[in-house]
């Protein structure tokens, strides 16, 4: 079965820790995408990858980092920098990168401050 | 600047009524995508459907149906014969073709929709 998978499902996060969300998808797509979504809102672009060893801002990159070591894997990692964290963070990916192309989502990672 | 616009931000229907999810966008590419996306309680978003600038053919699948008119910058999504299983969260999206294009998706606020039996 292709598709793109996010874990856990549920995180926790303490303050002044960092915590990492896993994305890894098994459909061969090129690009990678990271975005929040915040409760009654629509998402918005965190990070994008367009291919291995690249990857760019979105519209709200502060306080979040990541990096493509694979094209399978797009991991985030919440910095301690993040001051407003919780949220419900999704995953996507598409063939490739333009306007266009139809991105798919994973199941999604919901964080929350202890 | 790019914009998608839900002004419904809920909706409440009895099963089997039709409804109507509106969504207005603001682009000054010639060429653009809009989309629909489902987000039923669980929280992924489903992929519903893609519309490119160039087609404004209306677009049936099943009971669910898409009017896309340039001329009012309006791609409104209705469906026919709602049932309990429609309750979720839609939203509308929408992706420019301009040169170093991301193929970032801009999202309305989405419209939450709720079928009662």
């Known amino acids: 079965d292709g598709g793109i998978t996010q874990s856990p499902k549920y995180l926790f996060r303490k303050e002044g820790q960092n915590v990492t969300l896993s994305c890894e998808q098994n459909l061969n797509h090129d690009a990678m995408y990271w975005y929040r979504q915040d409760p009654g809102q629509g998402l918005r672009l965190i990070y994008y990858?367009?291919?291995?060893?690249?990857?760019q801002k979105g519209d709200i990159a502060e306080g979040y980092s990541v990096s493509r070591e694979k094209k399978e894997s797009f991991p985030l990692t919440v910095t301690s920098a993040q001051k407003n964290p919780t949220a419900f963070y999704l995953c996507?990916?598409?063939?490739?990168?333009?306007?266009?192309?139809?991105?798919?989502f994973g199941p999604g990672t919901r964080l929350l401050v202890l | 600047a790019q914009k998608v616009t839900q002004a419904q931000t809920e909706i409440s229907v009895v099963e089997k009524e039709d409804v109507t999810l509106d969504c207005v966008y603001e682009?000054?590419?010639?060429?653009?995508?809009l989309f629909w996306y489902k987000q039923p309680p669980s929280g992924e978003l489903v992929f519903l459907i893609r519309r490119n600038s160039f087609d404004e053919q209306n677009e049936i699948s099943g009971r669910y149906s898409w009017n896309f008119q340039k001329s009012t910058s309006s791609f409104n999504f209705t469906i026919t014969a709602s049932q309990v299983v429609d309750s979720a969260v839609y939203f509308c999206a929408l992706s420019e073709h301009g040169s170093g294009n991301t193929g970032k998706l801009i999202f309305g606020q989405g419209t939450t929709l709720q079928v009662k039996p």
């Open positions: 682009t000054r590419d010639t060429t653009y995508y």
């Open positions: 990858s367009q291919i291995v060893n690249d990857f």
């Open positions: 996507a990916s598409s063939p490739r990168t333009g306007g266009g192309e139809t991105q798919y």
